[in-house]
């Protein structure tokens, strides 16, 4: 078996560049190399018995699914990496792991190989490789955003529901302690009708608000650029981009909204069965028509549900900018905890109380808790801190045998078959996911009131902003599934 096949040298050339494991530098061994893991073996969990996966993407956020993956109970058999260079820690780490540049060569020649396909590359590639792999029959982890045009997801949202599959968006904190207990706080009432919400990031940790494009240069010779390009235009080389860069241009990432608005929307999407905003309203600084704003504050309107049936306005903010919230100061003698918003947060303002929290994995200093009560009495909110406190104990002891992890929440419905089961299918996650994406172009149009018509799928009036909806790949990338 050769080292690699023919490489995929022009923009509509087929997918041909494969390399294997074993490489110390660019050239890599000729010789395959079989996990024990996938032979099975003593000590070792037979082939049948695993829950074997395929990871594309495996340096940044990839190399932390992959770890957490298989702290989930996951066999990796395939990593794919466009970067060796990036991925050079991970696939140290697993040297026997069969190694891919290019995840349509992947699919294509190995695919009998793992039950399912962990997505962590750039946003402008997500669509295409989720819809490849579930057109191979593959359970699909995504991190999140979904994918980087609303169309896009409309287009994933279709296919997990056709196809029957475990399809799972990696917004890890819905799957959380923090999440059951804003579910639990607005299930019971605690905080009554519910008037607005107010979700903010001190993201982007990127550049953003740029006008021109950076200088053009050569790619590093570990790094497949045209295949990092993926499904978009074909386009030099720019130090700018990469590594987390991306994430500021259009052309490429969702901005702060679309890094953080699944995890930090999530709690009203959960809670309040929102659908798509009626009309949105952006106020930004500095749009451009190639890169995301410095900063943004997007109002979304949303019709009235079974929680909220008078509607709700929902106010995204980042860039710092940060809606007014209380500011407790820790009392140690009472053991009263302090207060004060912190880099990111979701603060849903009730007529009986305020609730602020968190849904980003790793944060467990932001569990929701109570800031306001109606009559602003302080003995009042201390009582209802203290009971909001106790109440979230009490959760943590009731889910503390039987709570999962975001990883092995997926594994075990794609195990099983139960895609219903699953904690952040598509269907929420991608309405929530759209709802973030009509807010991004909102910012191209700062001032300005754009109306949703949710029946024809697109912005009423606006034919410029609905040209931003959807997204064609180029040749060698399709939409299929």
């Not at 190995?110 to 359970?139: C, M, Q, R, W, Y």
């Amino acid at each position: 078996m050769s080292d690699s096949l023919a490489s995929r040298t022009g923009r509509g050339a087929a997918a041909t560049r494969r390399s294997f494991l074993k490489r110390s530098s660019l050239a890599a061994a000729s010789v395959m190399v079989v996990s024990p893991h996938v032979l099975g073996g003593p000590g070792k969990t037979p082939p049948s018995d695993q829950f074997r996966f395929a990871q594309i993407g495996v340096g940044g956020q990839g190399a932390r699914d992959v770890r957490r993956m298989i702290h989930a109970g996951g066999t990796p058999v395939a990593l794919c990496d466009v970067d060796v260079q990036r991925a050079g820690k991970t696939f140290c780490q697993h040297p026997d792991v069969e190694r891919f540049t290019d995840y349509r060569v992947m699919l294509d020649e190995f695919d009998k190989e793992f039950d399912a396909v962990v997505i962590s590359t750039p946003d402008h590639t997500h669509a295409t490789v989720g819809l490849a792999a579930i057109h191979h029959g593959k359970h699909v982890y995504m991190q999140c955003p979904m994918a980087r045009t609303f169309d896009e997801v409309k287009r994933l949202k279709a296919a997990a529901e056709q196809s029957g599959l475990a399809i799972q968006m990696g917004n890890q904190g819905h799957s959380s302690l923090h999440m059951r207990a804003f579910q639990d706080f607005i299930e019971r009432g605690e905080i009554g009708e519910i008037e607005s919400v107010h979700c903010w990031t001190d993201r982007p940790e990127w550049p953003q608000g740029m006008t021109s494009v950076p200088t053009s240069t050569t790619a590093p010779i570990s790094l497949d650029w045209d295949l990092w390009l993926g499904p978009v235009a074909d386009r030099p080389f720019c130090k700018g981009y990469l590594p987390v860069a991306w994430r500021g241009w259009w052309d490429f990432g969702t901005g702060a909204l679309g890094d953080m608005g699944c995890h930090l929307l999530d709690p009203a999407f959960t809670t309040m069965g929102l659908q798509l905003p009626r009309r949105i309203t952006a106020d930004c600084e500095t749009a451009t028509s190639i890169a995301y704003p410095v900063w943004s504050q997007i109002e979304m309107e949303f019709d009235g549900t079974d929680v909220c049936p008078d509607g709700l306005k929902l106010t995204w903010y980042d860039g710092g900018k940060q809606p007014e919230t209380p500011t407790i100061i820790a009392d140690e003698s009472v053991g009263e905890p302090g207060y004060s918003a912190g880099g990111s947060g979701c603060m849903i303002v009730g007529k009986k109380m305020t609730l602020v929290g968190s849904t980003l994995a790793g944060e467990p200093d932001q569990m929701p808790q109570i800031v306001a009560v109606a009559s602003e009495d302080d003995n009042e909110l201390a009582e209802a801190r203290q009971a909001g406190r106790k109440r979230v104990e009490q959760l943590s002891a009731e889910n503390k045998e039987t709570s999962k992890s975001h990883y092995e929440g997926w594994i075990q419905a794609a195990r099983e078959g139960k895609s219903d089961s699953l904690t952040s299918d598509l269907q929420i996650a991608g309405t929530m996911t759209q709802s973030a994406l009509l807010g991004c172009i909102a910012t191209r149009y700062p001032g300005q009131t754009l109306t949703w018509d949710n029946e024809k799928h697109q912005f009423a009036g606006s034919n410029e902003a609905n040209s931003f909806l959807s997204f064609e790949p180029r040749e060698g990338y399709l939409y299929e599934a």
